[in-house]
């Protein structure tokens, strides 16, 4: 099956192609031609993947799905949230400043308590699916490992002692929140392609 995702984000691609097995041939907009800057103005993680598959569709007539992610400090009252990608309004989607930004909003706080969650719309033969995936932790004091993106060095799972960027790759794509929502998405299509 041959499907769009909606996203520029290179990180998240490859991390969605690694989840989804050969049986889903994964399309990026670069693939179809879109360059364009797709607006992210939702006030929830639901609206802003909903904004972006329904603009694949609106203007290339094709099927797509989308993905918002959002990591929730609990301390911080749910942000960075929908925010997390310009948390640091000082740059533009600089994950360096916004991890400073975070750790410095959270300073010495003893409830680091925090979950990242992804939502992902799906939009096939003109109707809206969605999916959530979401994953508990906490926020380390300091950035550890070299791996992943955005917030993955300051991120510990529940049950795990180290970053998602410590754990590595292979790890980090069967526990996240990504992967969670990736394989009900990929449950979802298989489903549909038997009938």
């Known amino acids: ?18 989840i989804l097995s050969e049986d889903f041939e994964i399309i990026s907009l670069e693939d179809i031609g879109c360059h364009e800057e797709i607006p992210e103005t939702g006030t929830t993680l639901e609206e802003n993947a909903r904004l972006k598959s329904s603009y694949i569709v ?8 989308a993905d918002d992610t959002g990591l929730e400090v609990e301390a911080l009252n749910g942000e960075p949230g929908v925010y997390s990608a310009r948390y640091d309004d000082t740059t ?19 409830n680091r308590k925090a979950r990242f969650r992804t939502i992902i719309s799906l939009i ?17 004091l300091e950035k550890t490992g070299t791996g992943g993106f955005g917030y993955d060095s300051i991120f510990i799972p529940e049950n795990y002692n180290k970053s ?6 292979n790890i980090k794509n069967k526990i996240s929140h990504r992967a969670i929502a990736v394989n009900k ?8 392609s038997l009938l």
């Open 58 to 65: 609106d203007h290339y007539h094709i099927d797509c799905f």
């Open 92 to 110: 533009d989607h600089d994950s360096e400043a916004n991890i400073r930004k975070l750790l410095r909003k959270l300073g010495n706080n003893s």
């Open 124 to 140: 096939i033969n003109g109707k809206e699916y969605q999916f959530e995936g979401c994953i508990e932790g906490h926020i380390a």
């Open 1 to 18: 099956m041959k499907i769009v995702f909606a996203t520029n984000n290179k990180h998240k691609l490859s991390e969605i192609k690694k």
């Open 164 to 169: 998602f960027a410590s754990l590595g790759e």
């Open 185 to 192: 998405l990929a449950k979802f299509l298989n489903d549909i």
